[in-house]
């Protein structure tokens, strides 16, 4: 079946980096659109960075600029690229590939900064 694995969660200190990274098997990895998510607890999840299968990338405000995605189709995997994380980058990140009416989505990673 379609398997979205995400890794490269873990704990860092406010102002650190993080690298996620989304990889897919058993889909046409490069026709799909993958957009990453997160959601801290209590919280309603939101949609962080999304990129397209010809490559543009979109960002919610509060990441634009710290936040880079990027993709390599031959690996079939996409990475979040996370710079001067906050303690409110904390939650646990999904990623979800989209493709007409199929939508696949990852396990999650969590991702905690402490200040």
């Known amino acids: 079946q379609v398997q979205l694995v995400e890794s490269g969660g873990g704990l860092v200190q406010a102002g650190g980096s993080l690298r996620l990274s989304c990889a897919a098997s058993r889909i046409t990895f490069a026709l799909y659109k993958i957009t990453w998510y997160r959601q801290a607890p209590e919280k309603q999840r939101e949609s962080v960075a999304l990129i397209t299968s010809n490559g543009t990338a979109n960002y919610a405000d509060s990441v634009k600029g710290r936040f880079t995605i990027s993709r390599d189709n031959a690996k079939n995997t996409v990475y979040l690229q996370m710079n001067s994380l906050k303690p409110e980058d904390t939650a646990v990140y999904s990623c979800?590939?989209?493709?007409?009416?199929?939508?696949?989505w990852g396990q999650g990673t969590q991702v905690t900064v402490s200040s």
């Open positions: 979800a590939a989209t493709w007409h009416n199929l939508l696949y």
